[in-house]
């Protein structure tokens, strides 16, 4: 993952506290170059003590900043400040900025340098894999704060474990990027930082558009979709080619149209040279030409969700890891089960084995019509740049047409390269639960 901007409360608050902010002009936040032109932090004050020889100080990969409300070059602008800002109060660090870091962080083969079939591996867990430490910059509100929100910058080690933090004030009375700005600039080192919990929310898409395969959600706090989203159906027929050959796949997209021009792009997407940037480039063409562009101020998120016909309203199973081999990251998760117990909708979480992207295959896996309460155990091979091949049933059923289905469509998956650049074994159990 990248470095997410979370809003967490502490532990024992009972509330957030929320406000509404206009957004800063896009054009007055845009930067060309932001590398070259992001500002200086002023020279570090004189430190009582001599920090470590530079050979002895741990590496630190600033990485992404993550916030569904920036575009992609306000998030470059901020995160070269940040490195910045980070030398300047962290002298006891070697800071990596963004032009060291992110030729190591592509999602690429280290083997053989091949793109990877799936591009959403935690960059944290590269920067890590490099002997880096990396950077995790948090919002913190809630009730029972003097000072009100502030902004976290944790420097952390694998598994998430934190070894300083940086604090700094987060101002809601300016618009969001110079807000970030402000706390870089005044960041201090906090002792103690404490334990932290957070907040969910489940929404629902009552007021969203469905246009054939096509779901689009103008969204709303929460989750929830704004009645406006049938003004986007002017151009939902268009987003159907952005979709090819995919079976279930929902992606949200930053849109502004009242800021001296029409402005698109994907979430928090940073290399738009791969297939990702192809689906940016397709949506927001369709996008920034519908009349709903227009209709409301300020910056906005558009969820788009895909879904192949032939998959309308067919059970996914669910998908566990058995084994894989030790080339393929392998790690344990949190997995949360639909159920419908006397006509109502029951959640169950259970712990499972996962590796990167799996349940990528359940949408596919739909398709074959296996009996509610199969369990059937199946592998795969997955190749070096993380394509699967060769899925075989090994046990569960006896049926040939049944097999033959699961085997072709666990080949619709898309995984992370493996670490070896040789292929990896994954073998799987995949459960049809009764609906």
């Known amino acids: 993952m990248k470095t997410p901007i979370r809003t967490l409360l502490p532990l024992g608050s009972a509330l957030l506290s929320a406000s509404c902010v206009a957004q800063s002009p896009l054009q007055a936040t845009i930067v060309s170059d932001p590398q070259l032109v992001a500002p200086q932090p002023p020279p570090p004050a004189q430190a009582a003590a001599q920090p470590p020889a530079e050979a002895d100080r741990p590496e630190v990969a600033v990485l992404p900043i993550e916030d ?54 935690p960059l944290s867990r590269r920067a890590y894999d490099e002997g880096w430490l990396t950077t995790d910059v948090m919002r913190i509100s809630g009730v029972g704060r003097e000072r009100g929100e502030v902004l976290w910058v944790n420097i952390t080690s694998r598994g998430g474990n934190i070894g300083v933090t940086f604090e700094g004030p987060w101002n809601p009375q300016l618009g969001v990027v110079d807000r970030y700005r402000a706390a870089f600039a005044s960041l201090v080192r906090k ?72 402005y698109c792009e994907l979430e928090n997407l940073d290399l738009r040279d ?33 879904e192949a016909p032939d998959l309308v309203g067919k059970q996914r199973p669910e998908i566990r890891v058995i084994e894989a081999t030790t080339n393929i990251h392998v790690e344990d998760d949190w997995h949360s089960m639909e159920q419908v117990v006397d006509g109502k909708k029951r959640y169950t979480a259970v712990h499972r084995l996962v590796i990167d992207n799996v349940d990528s295959i359940a949408a596919p896996l739909a398709r074959c019509a296996a009996p509610a309460g199969s369990l059937i155990v199946a592998d795969f091979d997955i190749r070096e740049d993380g394509v699967p091949v060769s899925g075989k049933v090994v046990a569960g059923t006896a049926d040939r047409a049944l097999a033959a289905c699961i085997e072709k469509n666990l080949g619709r998956g898309t995984f992370t390269c493996t670490d070896d650049g040789s292929s990896a074994r994954v ?7 009764a609906p």
Request: hydrophobic fraction near 35%.
């Open 68 to 121: 569904d409300k920036l575009f992609r070059a306000e998030r470059a602008a901020l995160r070269a400040e940040l490195a910045a800002h980070l030398a300047r109060v962290a002298p006891d660090y070697t800071i990596l900025g963004p032009a060291m870091v992110d030729p190591k962080l592509r999602p690429v083969s280290r083997q053989t340098g091949h793109r990877c079939a799936y591009e959403g591996e």
């Open 427 to 433: 073998r799987v159990a995949l459960e049809w639960r």
């Open 191 to 262: 002792e103690h930082a404490g334990v932290l919990g957070g907040l969910m929310a489940r929404g629902d898409e009552r007021n969203a558009l469905r246009e054939g395969p096509i779901t689009i959600c103008e969204d709303k706090p929460f989750g929830q979709c704004d009645p406006g989203s049938v003004d986007w159906k002017d151009r939902a027929g268009n987003l159907v080619a952005c979709f090819s050959n995919d079976d279930d796949v929902t992606r949200d997209f930053l849109v502004q149209g009242d800021a001296g021009g029409r």
């Open 274 to 306: 791969g297939r990702e940037g192809a689906r940016e480039a397709c949506v927001c063409q369709a996008l920034v030409g519908s009349a709903a562009m227009s209709k409301r101020p300020g910056r906005r998120t558009i969820r788009v969700q895909y």
